[in-house]
């Protein structure tokens, strides 16, 4: 199964980059690429649940609005800070966050949703804790918040963690 998902999804974005699908040559030549590329994916081992984690798309689209809503309003916070007249107002800091991710995908998701909001950057990713550089200490506030609708908390639902 994963090994279709990922030949279809990799045709999908040939098609979705070439825009030649009348060519009949182009689209044999990505057709002929992409299962190559699968076999070879295959052969290489990487085709698997951790490679292809397409079980947690659907829970991974859902998470999309609030990481939206949390990259904006992060924007907005250090669109403040540097547009305040005067010295910057920041105390870069940085913090160690402790998670309760049980997967891979779960700890990537988190940890790349931290980096990806302005004003923090995931700097290493611990087994059970992971390294943060914080803007300012209400960054660090923010992301040391774990409790219930939490990033942390959202991040678990993603990899599959009931809602509490």
Not at 140 to 157: E, F, L, T, Y
Request: with cysteine; net charge positive; hydrophobic share 45%.
């Amino acid at each position: 199964m994963n090994s279709i998902v990922l030949f279809v999804s990799l045709m999908a974005f040939y098609v979705v980059l070439s825009g030649q699908v009348t060519s009949g040559f182009l689209m044999t030549a990505g057709l002929v690429c992409c299962a190559a590329v699968t076999l070879l994916a295959r052969r290489m081992g990487i085709v698997d649940d951790e490679g292809m984690p397409f079980q947690h798309w659907g829970r991974t689209i859902a998470y999309l609005p609030y990481l939206i809503k949390e990259v904006v309003k992060s924007n907005i916070d250090v669109l403040k800070i540097v547009w305040r007249p005067g010295p910057l107002q920041i105390s870069p800091q940085m913090v160690k966050v402790p998670h309760t991710c049980r997967t891979a995908y779960g700890l990537i998701t988190y940890a790349n949703s931290i980096t990806l909001t302005p004003g923090t950057v995931t700097l290493e990713v611990g087994e059970h804790e992971l390294l943060v550089h914080c803007l300012t200490k209400a960054f660090a506030d923010g992301v040391c918040d774990i409790g219930p609708g939490s990033m942390q908390d959202r991040c678990k639902r993603v990899e599959g963690e009931p809602k509490r």
